[in-house]
């Protein structure tokens, strides 16, 4: 009885391989006797899908040095972004551009000429002391760039994409973009002033970013923003020098504000 159970699954298994039997009649071909292959599917092996909120190592800020200063830094991170949502950087929308001050080179030509006729005849009264200042700051806000490596190289707060997404990294490409204009402006006016040598200014400029600029923050962000804070403080406001109205002052464009401490 076992023995004639075990061919009969024997005979069943074999069948499965085989096909169904040929049906009385019909010529069947050598292929309905080949053993068909079965298919076998493999399913790749499972992995857990990676966290929305983790950040790639290239796209964390550096933290080698400093590590208690880093997590200090992360702490007040909330701040920094309560200020820039606060109004303390500029809305490129409403901000003031170079072009705001200077001819409008979209009029007419003879018109554009009148106004940097204008402007010339007043620059000409200018004293060279005052050229003098005017062209070592251009100069200093030219250099911008060097400004902003600086800020990259501070730990915690630094912008190892040069995009990512935080409120250190934010306020200090919108900060940037901010200082920009002041090289611009006084770029252009001290062009069409023709008192001073352009060209030699701009190898000045040149040298000063080849150069680069250290103040001994050593990449600790204590010291970088101290210097910042203390170095972005608002000028007074000057008084209007015709035909060019002064912007508004501002209050300054620092994370932080330094005020005075009186002892007791």
């Not at 024997?10 to 391989?17: D, K, L, S, V």
């Not at 599917?41 to 929305?52: E, L, M, W």
């Not at 007043?122 to 700051?137: F, K, Q, S, T, W």
């Amino acid at each position: 009885m076992l023995r004639m159970a075990g061919l009969s699954l024997f005979g069943a298994w074999q069948g499965a391989f085989q096909g169904p039997a040929p049906i009385q009649g019909r010529v069947t071909t050598s292929r309905a006797s080949v053993p068909r292959a079965l298919d076998v599917v493999v399913a790749p092996d499972s992995k857990a899908p990676k966290a929305k909120d983790e950040v790639p190592d290239y796209m964390k800020s550096k933290r080698n040095l400093y590590p208690r200063k880093c997590d200090v830094m992360d702490q007040i991170e909330y701040f920094v972004q309560e200020q820039i949502d606060g109004g303390l950087l500029l809305d490129a929308e409403k901000a003031w551009q170079p072009t705001d001050f200077l001819p409008d080179s979209q009029k007419p030509t003879e018109e554009w000429f009148d106004e940097v006729r204008e402007m010339r005849k007043v620059a000409d009264e200018l004293p060279d002391e005052l050229l003098l200042v005017l062209i070592g700051d251009m100069i200093t806000e030219e250099a911008l760039p060097t400004y902003l490596t600086l800020l990259n190289t501070l730990e915690g707060t630094d912008d190892p994409t040069g995009a990512v997404d935080t409120a250190w990294g934010r306020w200090s490409r919108q900060w940037t973009s901010e200082e920009n204009r002041h090289g611009d402006l006084l770029n252009r006016y001290l062009y069409i002033t023709g008192r001073v040598d352009m060209r030699s200014i701009e190898q000045s400029i040149m040298r000063l970013i080849s150069s680069g600029f250290d103040p001994d923050t050593r990449s600790d962000p204590y010291r970088g923003f101290i210097y910042t804070s203390f170095q972005a403080r608002a000028p007074p406001p000057l008084p209007p020098t015709p035909p060019l109205p002064r912007p508004e002052p501002r209050p300054q464009t620092s994370i932080f504000t330094i005020r005075p401490y009186y002892p007791p």
